[in-house]
Every structure is written in C-alpha cells, then in structure tokens.
C-alpha cells in the first residue's frame, strides 16, 4: 500500500513535469519563427525602409555603396570608388549628385546637381539584386543560411544569402569573375531621407544635341515605272 508522503510525492513530480511541458510550448509558441527564403525576401522588399551596403568587386577595382532606401520615393548615401566618395540621393522624383570629395570628409559643404530622376526604387541595390532570389534554381539550405544559382539572359550567377528573423540580412553573386556582397540592417527602422544639412543645391545644366543630317536613301528593288 503505498504511504500519503509517496503519494504527494509522485503527484508533485507530476505536476512539475505537465508546468514544464507547458512552458516549453508557451516558449515555441511565443518565439519568432524563422522565415523561410522565399518569406524573407518578400518581407525584405516589402519593408518601409532599410540601409544597404554593397560591396563589389572585379578586375576593374572595387566599388563601395551605402544608401538608405525609405519607400516609396526616396533613396540618398554615397558611393566609393577608389579615393573619390560621390553623395547621391532621390528625393520624389529629383535626383540629387555631389561633387566629388574624399572619403570621411565633412558633408556641411557639399554642393549638388538636381535633375529629374527616374523611381528611387531603379537604383536600390535590394531592390534590384534581392529580387533576383525570387526565383532560385538547385536551393541548398543549412541552418539560415542559402545557397543556389539564378540564371538570366544566358549567365549563370552563385548566390549565398543569409536569413536573419523575418529578413534577408546578407546576399552574396559570385559569376564571371566578379563578386558582390550586400547587407541589409535597420529593417523599418532607418533614418528619414534627407540631403545632408547644409548642402547646396543647383540645377544641372541641360546639354543639347543636334541630330546628324539625314542620308538619302534608294528603296531597293522599286519597279521602273
């Protein structure tokens, strides 16, 4: 016959096990899932805003971008080449150019060139290398990371993309001897576009064209009349 004491004991032990067990489902149920590959970069180009940097590199040197895009009109940052850093930036429909400066100079004297600009969105590197993931071909997955390879007019590209959360966090193209590498950071939490404080603005000038004097021509073939 079992004791009282031995009894109590066993229904605690029970009870401790099912607050367990329940617990570690409240946990699972309450933690944020990992999205998926495809998940990611729908909420990726989905997103308000985001800061992007690119690094790319070939046998022609290399070239650095850190822009924030904030949807749906606007994009500013700058660009590295070398020892020249140039600040671009798209603001409703505007797009704005500095001069040249070095790299880590002082932006309250920066003079840029205004023009009509095309959609922010055509110079978002996300926008433009992330969708290429939409379609991924031969897909390998470990832990959050991907690999696959995506092919477009005729060219093979190798792609590695890393998943953070509920976004892509880092996506890298390796084809025809040269390599990108772009991170994406401040999902939605970016700072508001805006040209640096204290810079200039002017117009760019407009150049014209004229067009070459037309060539007469003999239609082939005419019928003699």
């Known amino acids: ?7 109590i004991g066993w ?6 096990g099912v607050l367990a067990a329940g617990g570690a489902v409240l946990g699972i149920s309450q933690a944020p899932k990992q999205a998926t590959l495809q998940m990611a970069v729908k909420n990726t180009l989905a997103a308000a805003n985001y800061t992007s ?4 590199s070939s046998s022609q040197g290399t070239q650095t971008q850190h822009l924030v895009y904030q949807s749906p009109g606007r994009l500013e940052g700058y660009v590295d080449s070398g020892t020249v850093r ?8 505007v797009e704005y150019q500095s001069n040249q400066v070095a790299p ?3 932006t309250a004297h920066l003079t840029f060139q205004k023009q009509a600009s095309q959609p922010a969105k055509s110079y978002d590197p996300v926008n433009e290398y992330v969708a290429l993931a939409k379609n991924p071909k031969n897909v390998h997955q470990k832990g959050n990371t991907y690999t696959f390879t995506v092919t477009q007019q005729g060219q093979t590209a ?12 880092s996506l890298t193209i390796a084809a025809s001897g040269a390599q ?3 991170t ?3 999902v939605n939490t970016s700072p508001a576009v805006t040209l640096p404080a204290g810079a200039k603005v002017t117009t760019a000038p407009t150049t014209t064209t004229t067009a070459p004097a037309a060539t007469p021509t003999t239609a082939p073939g005419a019928p003699p009349t």
């Open 184 to 186: 994406v950071s401040s």
């Open 180 to 182: 990108l590498s772009l």
């Open 86 to 93: 140039v600040y671009v930036a798209v603001i409703d429909g």
């Open 104 to 106: 880590g100079s002082s």
């Open 53 to 56: 940097d690119v690094l790319e």
């Open 11 to 16: 229904l605690l032990l029970f009870l401790v």
């Open 158 to 169: 190798s792609f590695t993309v890393t998943v953070i959360g509920q976004y892509l966090s």
């Open 1 to 7: 016959m079992t004791g009282p004491r031995k009894l």
